[in-house]
């Protein structure tokens, strides 16, 4: 158990809704990420959250905003969902802003299905 | 701008067998990691490497890295059942956190 909870597990919606994924990162983690893994674009990184102001940007499309509150749990919010954005997304945390010498440890993620 | 590029993508093999997962990657970076996934669940750290030459090793497993070639292997040995999973590897791009990950390698051990 990694200590990052996600929820929901499963999530089954129709195109042109908005969804939220939630995530709590490991007690002591003041660094988020948000993840889309899918078949055909693998493991693509979208956002990055340090104590509450975003950090990093990846390949996040503009219907997609996350934030992170001041308890340190974030939010990814999906919007006009398209069929291509079905996927598995995971959230990561971290203690530090950046890499370095520890590993991100990943939640068990979110299925997004679009109908 | 960084690719990551593993290789092979796909293999299956018997158990007991050695075998080398090979990760290359485009552009300078001193660190690199090994995640495992198995089926449907969450991606699980194996290794940090963070300086040319590191070797680290877990069980059958064992990854190293060499900076110089911008090469990573993940050596497995006597290969067991229980270590067919997707093995990632991922690279730091300018030390800003976004890992930049290889397409994965799926590993099928037949017992």
């Known amino acids: 158990d990694s200590g990052v909870t996600q929820t929901p597990k499963h999530l089954i919606t129709a195109t042109g809704q908005r969804v939220t994924l939630r995530c709590s990162p490991r007690s002591g983690d003041l660094s988020v990420y948000w993840y889309q893994q899918s078949l055909d674009q693998g493991l693509q990184f979208l956002i990055q959250?340090?104590?509450?102001?975003?950090?990093a940007k990846g390949n996040i499309l503009e219907r997609f905003s996350a934030q992170q509150f001041p308890d340190l749990h974030s939010e990814l919010n999906l919007s006009s969902l398209e069929l291509g954005d079905s996927a598995l997304y995971f959230c990561a945390s971290s203690a530090s802003s950046g890499p370095y010498n520890s590993p991100l440890h990943f939640g068990n993620g979110t299925r997004l299905t679009v109908t | 701008e960084l690719k990551v590029e593993q290789n092979p993508l796909f293999l299956s093999m018997q158990e007991g067998k050695n075998y080398t997962i090979y990760c290359n990657y485009s552009t300078t970076s001193d660190r690199l990691y090994w995640y495992r996934q198995d089926p449907g669940k969450s991606l699980e750290s194996l290794f940090v490497l963070l300086s040319n030459g590191a070797v680290k090793q877990e069980g059958r497993l064992m990854a190293s890295l060499d900076t110089k070639a911008r090469l990573s292997t993940l050596h497995i040995t006597a290969a067991v059942h229980d270590l067919s999973a997707t093995y990632f590897c991922a690279v730091d791009r300018d030390s800003n956190y976004q890992l930049i990950w290889g397409a994965g390698t799926k590993l099928i051990i037949k017992p």
């Open positions: 959250y340090y104590n509450g102001e975003e950090r």
